[in-house]
């Protein structure tokens, strides 16, 4: 919680790495089961499609840091999909002092195998937020569409979809 405090301040010194985990529960006797790590490297806020809440999950999206940073002092700088099935991480790494908020998985209601993801980045080069929509398939390319706002949307913005 350190850390938190001091990203308010603007200058942080504390190391808070945190990890994506997977514990299982019986949920009879509410003992764990199993504890197993999914992703290793230094990640937060981890989101799934609404419609995965409950189920057994194929996706999770999280803010991700980019490789070789100081995570004591870099905010999140990259987002990423974890597949559960295929247990492969694909990372979407926004570029040097791009800091994006949690993403979020919106379906596509045509086509329920298909979705976008979407973060609101802010971009330290530009001095401006913007959103970023990724294809939910192809979080890896560049994004399908980058759309300007009016103002700064202070980091830590979280959110959910919600079908019109």
Avoid at 51 to 61: A, F, I, P, W
Avoid at 82 to 87: I, V, Y
Avoid at 88 to 96: K, S, W
Avoid at 117 to 142: H, M, P, Y
Wanted: proline share 7%; net charge negative.
């Amino acid at each position: 919680m350190n850390y938190l405090k001091e990203v308010a301040t603007g200058y942080t010194t504390t190391r808070a790495k945190g990890s994506f985990w997977q514990i299982r529960i019986n949920p009879q006797t509410a003992k764990v089961i199993e504890t197993k790590p999914l992703v290793e490297q230094a990640c937060e806020f981890p989101t799934v499609a609404a419609s995965d809440v409950g189920q057994n999950l194929q996706r999770t999206y999280l803010s991700i840091h980019r490789p070789g940073v100081n995570i004591a002092i870099e905010m999140f700088g990259a987002i990423a999909c974890f597949d559960h099935h295929a247990e492969t991480l694909t990372v979407a790494d926004l570029g040097e002092n791009r800091y994006p908020t949690e993403p979020l998985y919106v379906p596509n209601e045509a086509d329920p195998q298909r979705g976008w993801v979407i973060t609101v980045v802010f971009d330290g080069l530009k001095n401006r937020s913007e959103v970023w929509i990724f294809d939910a398939n192809q979080l890896d390319a560049e994004p399908v569409c980058c759309l300007g706002l009016p103002s700064i949307v202070p980091n830590g913005f979280h959110g959910d979809w919600q079908t019109a």
